[in-house]
T-cell receptor, first 113, second 116 residues
Framework: GESVGLHLPTLSVQEGDNSIINCAYSNSASDYFIWYKQESGKGPQFIIDIRSNMDKRQGQRVTVLLNKTVKHLSLQIAATQPGDSAVYFCAENAGGATNKLIFGTGTLLAVQP | GAVVSQHPSRVICKSGTSVKIECRSLDFQATTMFWYRQFPKQSLMLMATSNEGSKATYEQGVEKDKFLINHASLTLSTLTVTSAHPEDSSFYIC????????????FGPGTRLLVL
């Protein structure tokens, strides 16, 4: 969850294609995961969450997959639209009694018209 | 849905002055509020966790005397950056949640601080 460098990983997709954004988390005790979308100059916006007793959850045009074996989380966006262009962060609940979220480094999704 | 506001949205101040940022939950009571800092092209870094009526819990490396947090009510938390310096220039974001562990955190729109 530590921020690194000045260059966000970037995923460039064509409008209408499906997007898959990946995230590796660090704490095997984490039991709650969230994906956030952040547009330039704005705060993060909740997209979808998943608890560790599930491996898949679907929302409107979005699906989150959780693989606890390899500590991997992915966000799939169907029929990507220009309005989906933003930075996407995964976050994990740090476990234990704390309510803290640990954010991943983020991925910039660039949708080409 | 749950709405969190921040004020001001942008602030420019001179080095050495103090700046207060407000975070409000508009349509729910927030048992816990969080303050984050985000530098350009980087992730959100948690600064502190604030529970109403009690002292904030600061993350390692965050100076509690420099970043004063007050959570006076279930709908308001304030972050005061004291004796601000140019390196404090950043995007400060608060979030609020109602309920226990696993409850959704709702984020404010952020405050852009520029210290000259």
């Amino acid at each position: 969850g530590e921020s690194v460098g000045l260059h966000l990983p970037t995923l460039s997709v064509q409008e209408g294609d499906n997007s898959i954004i990946n995230c590796a988390y660090s704490n095997s005790a984490s039991d709650y995961f969230i994906w956030y979308k952040q547009e330039s100059g704005k705060g993060p916006q909740f997209i979808i969450d998943i608890r560790s007793n599930m491996d898949k959850r679907q929302g409107q045009r979005v699906t989150v997959l959780l693989n606890k074996t390899v500590k991997h989380l992915s966000l799939q966006i169907a029929a990507t639209q220009p309005g989906d262009s933003a930075v996407y962060f995964c976050a994990e609940n740090a476990g234990g009694a704390t309510n803290k979220l640990i954010f991943g480094t983020g991925t910039l999704l660039a949708v080409q018209p | 849905g749950a709405v969190v506001s921040q004020h001001p949205s942008r602030v420019i101040c001179k080095s050495g002055t103090s700046v207060k940022i407000e975070c409000r939950s508009l349509d729910f009571q927030a048992t816990t509020m969080f303050w984050y800092r985000q530098f350009p092209k980087q992730s959100l870094m948690l600064m502190a966790t604030s529970n109403e009526g009690s002292k904030a819990t600061y993350e390692q490396g965050v100076e509690k005397d420099k970043f004063l947090i007050n959570h006076a009510s279930l709908t308001l938390s304030t972050l005061t950056v004291t004796s601000a310096h140019p390196e404090d220039s950043s995007f400060y974001i608060c979030s609020a949640k109602s309920g226990g562990r696993g409850a959704t955190q709702y984020f404010g729109p952020g405050t852009r601080l520029l210290v000259l």
